[in-house]
Structures are given as C-alpha cells and as structure tokens.
C-alpha cells in the first residue's frame, strides 16, 4: 500500500519533470537570446584599427536604434582570416553576419544565404544588377559588395618632386626612376609583404603581357608555363635592378601586418600598388610625416596586349545558412550600407560605396575624399571588361604558395624557372578545384 505522502512527492516530481520539458522545448523553438532578453546576433571582419572603430561606433548607433538587438562584434588582422572563416562556416560556427572577400564567395557558395530572399529587410534596391552580378551564383546573391576595386599605383609626389621625377606613368618610367633616387631609395614598394603574398599583383603584368585573362568562365586557365616565366622573369628584373626591395628585404625591414611599411613611411619606398579602401589611411599617415601621396595610375607597358585594369567587389556582407537569426542579420546589414548615419561614421573605410543610399550620404556631405573619386574614374576609363574572373583567383591556397615561391626566389633558394614551375603546377590544380 502506497502512502499519500508518497503519491503526493511523486506527482510533485512529474509536474516539475513536466515543466522542464516544457520550457526545454519551447527554448529550442525560439531565438537565442542574451542574458538581458535581446536577441543577440554576432559579426565578424578583418580591418585596421580606424576601420574597426569605425565598425564599433557604426554597430553602437544601430543598438541603440534597435533595443531589442545586442551585437557582438568579432574582428581581427587579414592574415589567417580566410582559413577561420572556412573552419566557422564548416562547422557552423559561424557570425551570423560575415565579411567575405568578394573571390571567396564560390567557394562558400553552399554554405551562404541568398540574400535575395532578405530583399526587404537588408534593403536590396540600394544596389544596382551591374553591382549585384559579380556576387551571383545559381541566381542567388551570396553577399552585398561594399564598394568596387582598383588597384592603382600611387607615389610620393614630395619626394619624386625633390628628385626632379615626372609622374611615373608607364613601367618605363618606373624603370627610370631608379637613376634619379639615392641608392638606398626604391622607386616602388614590392608587391608581397612579410606575410602576406596574395597573386593579384601579377595579374595586370599577365594581362598586358598575353591580352588574355586568367581563365574562361569556368576556370580554364588561359595561360601557358612560359607565360608564367615570362612574368617571374619581369618581377625578377624589377628586383634585381633595385626598382623594388627583395623579399628578404621586406622581411628584413620592420614590417607589421596592417601597418605601412616603415620604409614608407619614411619616403624611401616611393611608390606602391594599393587598394581604394586603402589609400585614405595610407594618405593620411603619410601626410603626418610630411608627405604628399598622389595617383601615378595604372602603369602602361611598351607593347602592352590589355590595359590590364580589373576591378573587383571589394568586400561583402553575407548571411551564413546556419544563423538563427537571419532577419536581424540582415536588418545589420542594411542598417550599416545604407544608412546616412552609418555611411557618414564609416565613411571611405570600406571604399567609396556601392549602396546608392550610401554614396549619397557621403556626397551630401562631401565625404568621399577626392583620391578615391580620382581612382575610381579613372579605372572606370581604363578597365578591360574581359578580365572580370580575375578577382576568383585570389584564394587561400595560391596565396599561400605564391609567399612560398616568392620566398624561396628572392632568398635564392630556386631559379626564376623553378619558381614559375612551381606557379604554374599551383594555378593549374587550384582551376580544377575552381571548377568543381
């Protein structure tokens, strides 16, 4: 016989049982939320230090317009950011709004939300079907491109002035400029830093060599192994006649990832390939040393095939499949491109912006610095539209076999024929993989 004390702490013990449940399966059925009640979303980019303040204060305004969000910012150096996101987005791990570089997003593409789907939340009539093409795949928009990219070549215009130098306009001149510069002067920064050595830099000199770009649509590659020795042996003249540091010199010269190399800065390294959502900081840390930096352009080459001017989205914002919370990751988004607010705190961090909204934001305000405007018009002249599947080819592995080669080259650990063998097996394994 059973007491009723007894069948009284059993059904206390089922009806607790019971609300457990009930409360562990409405919980797996709802967003996750922060310990204060907001639905908590997570963010991740690579940037330097004026580019994640401006990221911080953008991601604060947009907290406090949305109460009932909490944002958990992620951010870190370029080095080493393609491999993490690669581990995150296969394990599921992933921010629920991630920065892309535009020639990752292939291979990401299974695992990326299409934005499409989101076209009202992330504000989608802010961008253009030019801009939004690039970022297609299957249909789907894998990302929202921050702004488009050229890559221009810039000088120091105190000390070629000081130096009795023209604009150097073409590699002749480059060449040239070795005569007029001190011996410990470089007329041009090398392509490859300490750590990093990504392949675009030989991508112009390919182009202008052969007039072909890199590969078809489906990641044929157009270029045989003697067009790779012809452009290992153009880099290696330009080391060789001291119109660029070697690599051992690079590595050797205090370089930090992120940060202009001290050599620059202290005008001895007169010239450099940069990025448009570059040149700002790159200005105005010059600028604090006492030096002009001016727009030499795109360099022409005697007998030149192709201009070799390619643009590329610069950066994206995209969605993993994964998130939870898609809805506030996209309303992020929005809020960050195509917010005046936003766009005028961020200004030209992330270059001169796709978003219509936000490029109108910054030309009210006369925000976008006239540098970047010069970039972009004149590469907009120049560019050599069938060179558009050059960008795809910036990825994890050739980077890292491109520092490897280099390396090894400018150590004088292999020949200039090695050292294009060595590219040309790389860049023919990487189009297999490219293709699928």
Request: charged share 25%; glycine share 8%; net charge negative.
């Amino acid at each position: 016989m059973i007491h009723k004390s007894a069948l009284k702490t059993v059904k206390m013990g089922l009806v607790a049982g019971c609300a457990l449940m009930l409360l562990s399966a409405c919980g797996s059925g709802t967003k996750e939320k922060s310990s204060g009640g907001k639905e908590e979303i997570r963010i991740s980019w690579w940037g330097g230090d004026s580019r994640n303040k401006a990221v911080q204060e953008a991601i604060s305004k947009f907290e406090e317009k949305n109460p009932d969000i909490k944002v958990k910012a992620e951010f870190g150096g370029y080095g080493g950011y393609q491999e993490k996101m690669t581990t995150q987005l296969s394990g599921g791990t992933a921010a629920d709004v991630i920065r892309l570089d535009s020639m990752w997003m292939d291979q990401y593409k299974n695992q990326l939300e299409d934005l499409g789907t989101l076209s009202k939340e992330i504000g989608l009539d802010n961008f253009s079907d030019d801009v939004l093409e690039p970022v297609k795949s299957d249909g789907n928009i894998l990302g929202l491109p921050l702004s488009t990219n050229y890559r221009p070549l810039l000088y120091n215009k105190t000390i070629t002035d000081k130096y009795g130098i023209e604009k150097p306009e073409s590699w002749d001149d480059i060449l040239a400029m070795r005569d007029k510069l001190p011996e410990d002067y470089y007329p041009m920064a090398n392509f490859f830093g300490a750590k990093y050595a990504s392949p675009i830099v030989f991508f112009s000199i390919f182009a202008q060599q052969t007039g072909k770009p890199i590969s078809d649509e489906n990641y044929k590659l157009n270029y045989t192994l003697s067009d790779f020795e012809n452009m290992i042996d153009f880099y290696h003249e330009l080391v060789e006649k001291k119109i660029m540091p070697s690599k051992k010199e690079v590595d050797n010269s205090g370089s930090i990832e992120g940060a202009p190399a001290p050599a620059l800065l202290e005008g001895k390294w007169v010239s450099l390939f940069e990025f448009i959502a570059n040149t700002n900081t790159i200005e105005s840390q010059l600028k604090e040393q006492g030096f002009e930096l001016a727009v030499a352009g795109f360099p022409t080459m005697a007998g030149e095939k192709s201009t070799g001017v390619w643009t590329k989205p610069s950066m994206v914002y995209s969605i993993p499949k994964t998130s939870k919370h898609k809805e506030a990751a996209a309303k992020l988004i929005n809020y960050l491109m195509n917010d005046p607010e936003a766009n005028k705190i961020q200004k030209l961090e992330n270059g001169i912006p796709d978003s219509k909204a936000g490029k109108e934001a910054l030309e009210k305000d006369q925000l976008i610095a006239p540098m970047a405007q010069e970039i972009l018009t004149l590469g907009q002249e120049k560019v050599d539209t069938s060179l558009s599947t050059m960008f795809k080819w910036d990825t994890a592995k050739l980077n890292e076999v491109t520092l490897d080669v280099i390396t090894k080259l400018d150590y004088g650990e292999i020949s200039t024929k090695e050292a294009a063998k060595e590219l040309y097996e790389a860049f023919k394994e990487e189009g297999t993989k490219l293709q699928g």
